[in-house]
């Protein structure tokens, strides 16, 4: 069988890939990338967060993506019942972007896919990961290409950005069971025909079921007057709702009636599709000469579009971790890698699991909410998750806390 050797090996060329693919590119580091898809593909997770062009930027990938048209998105709405707030991203407490986009996923992976191999990575579409070795000096990968012949690669390291796909974590048994309860999405494109004036599309709307807490809608625009419908509940709930995939959500969108006003005229032709028990966990987020990246190691959950930033922080770690190796230095991937990424993701559980019990949906419909502390609030919500001079960053758990309290009361 042939064996190809080359210094960093990426599984997935989605957003972590390619990014992580594009920072070791300006190390001057051999990337090749396999994709088992043929991208465009469709993909879920559309809405951005402020922090993610940060690494965007630093991957070399801004122009691609500005010049590449997408929905502007400068905030974040919040709806239940006759209850309306929005925060905007600009007005934070963390420095850096305060704007972003919102993105049909299918082109924009393509974009950054695109944008990797034009700074020199390769790329390989189809391209199957069936086995993995990392017991040797270097870890090696057994793949299956379109064609159904295998080959083998040999790598100085292997960075798994399979997301959903999770190769790694399946192939090496690195699965944990995730603490959060199963929950399930139905989701959706529509040409949505909302009026023009009665929907800010500058920011993604977040809605909450009007009689069940833990039950909520997602409603992302895009450029083209098209946008993202979907529902997030427990699957004891979804389960209530019968008929296709569509007819399911159109069931369940009927029972908000916000929802419904905003999308009567609503041209509802693609198929909605389902996930189910989502989120996920590992028993280590690296190994013997490997990583995961983004939601191969871990996925909390979609409500604050936190997906896609999280993969490109680890991307933007764990490049960082390999350059110091290149450059001959020891490097803990514990205290270099892991530790940093999980402090922020962390920081996005404590607020995931807030808003399912309640607290934190208290806390941003509050009436009289403290100026100050609504800009730190948006500075997590625009993802700087990872910013601990903010006070709800560094004591996220007691100081959210106190916060429900306040606002319940």
């Avoid at 879920?44 to 967060?49: N, Q, R, T, V």
């Avoid at 919102?102 to 944008?115: K, P, S």
């Avoid at 764990?318 to 530790?339: N, P």
Wanted: proline share 5%; glycine share 10%.
């Amino acid at each position: 069988m042939k064996v190809e050797k080359t210094e960093i090996l990426i599984i997935g060329a989605g957003p972590a890939g390619s990014v992580a693919a594009g920072l070791l590119r300006k190390q001057g580091r051999e990337v090749l990338i396999l994709e088992r898809e043929q991208f465009p593909r469709f993909s879920i997770g559309e809405s951005l967060l402020p922090q993610s062009m940060e690494y965007v930027e630093e991957a070399g990938m801004l122009r691609d993506v500005v010049e590449a048209g997408f929905q502007y998105k400068n905030g974040a709405a919040f709806a239940r019942g006759d209850k309306y707030t929005d925060f905007d991203f600009r007005e934070k407490f963390s420095p850096g972007w305060g704007t972003t986009y919102q993105v049909q996923r299918a082109t924009f992976d393509q974009v950054l896919a695109g944008a990797a191999a034009r700074m020199g990575a390769t790329v390989r579409f189809r391209h199957e990961v069936t086995s993995v070795d990392t017991e040797g000096a270097q870890p090696e990968v057994t793949v299956r290409s379109p064609e159904g012949e295998t080959y083998r690669v040999q790598a100085r390291f292997l960075l798994d950005a399979s997301g959903f796909g999770r190769v790694l974590p399946r192939l090496l048994k690195l699965e944990t069971p995730s603490n959060f309860p199963v929950r399930g999405a139905l989701f959706t494109h529509v040409e949505d025909r909302i009026a023009p004036g009665t929907f800010d599309r500058n920011k993604i709307r977040v809605t909450v079921h009007p009689e069940h807490v833990h039950v909520w809608y997602w409603t992302i625009p895009f450029a083209n007057g098209r946008c993202s419908l979907g529902v997030v509940a427990k699957k004891e709930f979804l389960e209530q709702f019968q008929g296709t995939e569509t007819e399911r959500l159109r069931a369940i969108v009927g029972q908000d009636p916000g929802l419904t006003t905003l999308l009567k005229d609503a041209v509802w032709d693609t198929p909605a599709r389902a996930i189910t028990g989502y989120a996920a966990n590992v028993k280590s987020l690296w190994g013997k000469g490997f990583a995961l990246l983004g939601n191969a190691g871990e996925f909390l959950d979609p409500v604050f579009s936190s997906g896609v930033t999280i993969a490109f922080k680890s991307a933007s770690l764990a490049s960082a971790c390999i350059r110091r190796a290149f450059a001959g230095e020891s490097v803990d991937w514990e205290r270099e890698y892991a530790v940093p990424l999980k402090a922020g993701v962390d920081t996005f559980r404590t607020f995931v699991e807030s808003w399912y019990a309640g607290g934190f949906q208290d806390v941003i419909f509050h009436p009289n909410a403290s100026p100050e502390v609504r800009r730190m609030i948006s500075a997590i919500l625009a993802g700087y998750a990872w910013d601990t001079n903010n006070p709800y960053v560094a004591d996220s758990k007691r100081r959210l806390g106190v916060l429900e309290k306040l606002c319940a009361a």
